[in-house]
C-alpha cells in the first residue's frame, strides 16, 4: 500500500489524487455535520426536551430578530450569541426552521412608510437606550432585543434583554445582564415554541372569595397569565369543591389566591385540602399583616400594621411553612419621593430609600428564579420553614445581607426616612420571604374532619383523601402586592413591578415580578423538560482591569512585536542552514 501511495505521488497525475480527498472530505463534512462542545457549561449543547420539540414539528418556524444594526461591543456579544443559538436550532431541524436578522428602521414589505419599529412598539415591545458612542460623535443609540417566532399562523413576542435597574448591587452589572441573557436564550425560544404548538392551557383559578382584589390592580396578572393560561375567576364559596378532573370542564390545575383579606372559614380550608390531596397546585401571595402605602398618607404619616388573622396558619404549617407576623426590611430596597423640606405650599421632595419596600436578588438556586433581575416587594413579611416528613423546602426568594425584621404590633412611619438607616441593626440575611414545597403532602384534617364532612365529600363523587395521591407542589410568598401593579390617575394600570412613585425619575423600573410570577406559574404545571432550560449557567469569565492595565505593554509586545522577531529569526535561521548545505 504505502508502494502504490509513493508511485501515486511521484507521478504527473498526483494532484488528481488529492482533487479526490478533498471533494471527499468536503462532501463528508456537508452530510454529516458533527459538533463537539467542549464548553464547561455546554453552551452549545441544546437539552433534550427542545430536540424533542424540535423533531415533532408539523409546520415551519420563522423567526424574525430585530438586533441588526451598529451596536457597542457589549450588545453586539449577545447579538453573536443570538445568531449562534438560533443556528443550533436550524442544524437540529433545517427542513422546519428558518431565522432571520432585520433592521427595525428597515420597512415592512407592502408599505411605503410603516416601519418594523412602528410595528413592535405597538406590541409593546418599546426600545431600549444603549448610549453608545458612534461614529458620528456621542449620541444615543436605540435597540429593539426582540425577536417575533412564527409558527403555524400564530406568532409569539419573545424579549431578549431587559435593561438591568439603577442599583449598587453586583448582579445589575452590564455584564452580568448580557450574560443572564444569554443563558436564557434556550428558555425563552422554546418555551414560546412550546407555548405555539401544544395549544392545550391549563387551567388558573384566581381567587375572589376571600377580599382578593378585582380591580384594576388585577390588569398585571391578567396580562401575563391570559394569553398562556385559561384564567379565570374563582368563588370558593360558590363551590361544593374544586375540581381537578381531566374530564371536567371546570377543572382547575392551579388556585392563586393573591392578598386575601377576609378570614378563610373551616370550610373553605377543607376544599383547599382536598384540592391539594388530589393534586392541585396552589400559588399563594399572603399579606398576613395590614401594611398600606396609602395609609401612611391619611394618617399623618404613622400607621401600625397588625395581625389580618387569615386563619391559615395551622394549614401552612401541616404544609411545612409558616408566615410571620413581621414585616422584612432592607438596605437593598426601592426609592420613594420624601418631604426634606420647603413650605407646605411649596414642598421640596427627594428619592430616598425606603426600606418596607425590599428589593430581592434571587440566588439562582433554582429553575424558577435562575437569571431574573431584582424582584421588588412592598411590606413583605417572612417565612420559616417547617419540619415536615416528605417535603422539601426551596427558598426561592429572601432578604439581602443587609435586613431585619420587625414584629406586629409594629410602627411604620415616613419619619423613619428623616435620618440614614442605623445600618448596626441590619444585621439579618437571607431571610426567606418565598417558598417552594415539594412532595406528597398530608391533610390537615386527617383526623380532625367530621363524618358529616367525609360523607358529604363521598355523596359528592369526591371522596375523603388522608394524603395526595402523587407528589404535589405548591409555592407561598409572604407578600400580597408583589404581583398586583400600581394605577397612575393619568396612564390607568401600570405594568406589573412598577412603582408608582418612581415614574418620570431616574429611579424607574419595571422589576421582574412579571417574570417571577410566570416561571412559578410554568414550574408548577408546564412541562418540567422545559422549566429546567432555564437551569444553564454560563459563567462570566472577566478580565482583571488592574491586571491589564499593569500588564499591557507586555502582553502588546507578545501578540504584536513577538510573532514578527519569531518570523525573521526563522528566515536567518533558514538562510545559514542553505549556506551551510550549498557552500561547497
Not at 417571577?516 to 422549566?531: H, R, S, T
Request: aromatic share 10%.
Amino acid at each position: 500500500m504505502k508502494s502504490i501511495v509513493n508511485k501515486i505521488f511521484a507521478s504527473k497525475f498526483w494532484w488528481l489524487l488529492l482533487l479526490v480527498i478533498l471533494f471527499a472530505v468536503n462532501y463528508l463534512a456537508s452530510t454529516f455535520h458533527v459538533r463537539f462542545d467542549l464548553t464547561k457549561e455546554k453552551r452549545y449543547t441544546l437539552s433534550k426536551a427542545t430536540k424533542d420539540l424540535l423533531k415533532n414539528l408539523d409546520d415551519e418556524v420563522q423567526i424574525d430578530v430585530f438586533l441588526k444594526g451598529e451596536f457597542p461591543a457589549k450588545f453586539r456579544k449577545l447579538t453573536n450569541s443570538v445568531n449562534e443559538f438560533l443556528k443550533l436550532l436550524m442544524e437540529s431541524n433545517s427542513s422546519k426552521f428558518n431565522y432571520t436578522f432585520i433592521s427595525p428602521e428597515d420597512k415592512i414589505p407592502g408599505t411605503n412608510e410603516f416601519k418594523y419599529a412602528d410595528s413592535l412598539e405597538r406590541m409593546g415591545a418599546y426600545p431600549i437606550n444603549l448610549k453608545a458612542q458612534i461614529k458620528t460623535g456621542e449620541s444615543s443609540s436605540l435597540a429593539y432585543p426582540f425577536a417575533i417566532l412564527k409558527y403555524n399562523g400564530k406568532e409569539e413576542l419573545v424579549t431578549l434583554f431587559t435593561v438591568p435597574p439603577i442599583s449598587a448591587s453586583d448582579n445589575s452589572s452590564p455584564e452580568k445582564a448580557i450574560n443572564s441573557a444569554e443563558a436564557l436564550l434556550e428558555y425563552k425560544f422554546v418555551s414560546a415554541l412550546d407555548g405555539l404548538v401544544d395549544i392545550q392551557r391549563p387551567h388558573v383559578a384566581y381567587s375572589i372569595g376571600n377580599g382578593e382584589p378585582a380591580d384594576a390592580r388585577t390588569y398585571g396578572i391578567q396580562d401575563a397569565l391570559g394569553e398562556k393560561y385559561q384564567l379565570g375567576v374563582f368563588d370558593i364559596n360558590k363551590h361544593s369543591h374544586i375540581s381537578t378532573e381531566l374530564n371536567d370542564p371546570n377543572r382547575i390545575d392551579v388556585f392563586i389566591s393573591v392578598k386575601p383579606t377576609i378570614q378563610f372559614s373551616e370550610e373553605e380550608k377543607l376544599k383547599l385540602d382536598q384540592f391539594v390531596m388530589r393534586g392541585g397546585k396552589l400559588l399563594l401571595f399572603i399579606d398576613n399583616l395590614i401594611a398600606e402605602q396609602d395609609s401612611l398618607r391619611y394618617a399623618k404619616g404613622e400607621t401600625i400594621a397588625f395581625d389580618r388573622n387569615l386563619n391559615l396558619t395551622d394549614q401552612l404549617f401541616k404544609y411545612g411553612i409558616r408566615i410571620n407576623q413581621d414585616l422584612v426590611m432592607d438596605l437593598d430596597c426601592d426609592f420613594m419621593p420624601f418631604v426634606v423640606g420647603g413650605d407646605p405650599q411649596n414642598p421640596q421632595y427627594e428619592f430616598l430609600k425606603w426600606n418596607y419596600y425590599p428589593l430581592f436578588s434571587t440566588k439562582g438556586n433554582h429553575g424558577i428564579n435562575k437569571n431574573i433581575g431584582l424582584v421588588a416587594g412592598r411590606f413583605v413579611n417572612s417565612i420559616d420553614t417547617i419540619l415536615s416528613p416528605g417535603i422539601s423546602k426551596t427558598i426561592l426568594l429572601s432578604s439581602s445581607s443587609n435586613s431585619r425584621k420587625i414584629s406586629t404590633p409594629a410602627l411604620i412611619s415616613l419619619n423613619e426616612n428623616r435620618n440614614v438607616p442605623e445600618d448596626i441593626k441590619f444585621n439579618k440575611k437571607d431571610i426567606p420571604v418565598a417558598v417552594l414545597l415539594e412532595g406528597k403532602f398530608s391533610s390537615l384534617y386527617r383526623n380532625r374532619a367530621s363524618k358529616s364532612q367525609i360523607d358529604s365529600l363521598n355523596a359528592k363523587g369526591t371522596p375523603f383523601l388522608y394524603e395526595s395521591i402523587k407528589d404535589n407542589k405548591m409555592i407561598i410568598v409572604g407578600d400580597g402586592d408583589m404581583v398586583l401593579n400600581d394605577i397612575s390617575p393619568k396612564d390607568g394600570p401600570l405594568p406589573m413591578g412598577m412603582n408608582f412613585y418612581t415614574m418620570g425619575s431616574q429611579y424607574e423600573y419595571q422589576f421582574a415580578n412579571r417574570d417571577f410570577l410566570l416561571n412559578c406559574m410554568e414550574y408548577l404545571v408546564n412541562k418540567p423538560g422545559i422549566i429546567e432550560t432555564r437551569n444553564k449557567d454560563i459563567v462570566l469569565r472577566l478580565l482583571n482591569t488592574q491586571k491589564v492595565k499593569d500588564q499591557k505593554t507586555t502582553w502588546q509586545f507578545i501578540n504584536i512585536a513577538l510573532p514578527v522577531l519569531l518570523v525573521l529569526l526563522f528566515g536567518w535561521v533558514y538562510q545559514q542552514v542553505r549556506k551551510r548545505k550549498y557552500a561547497a
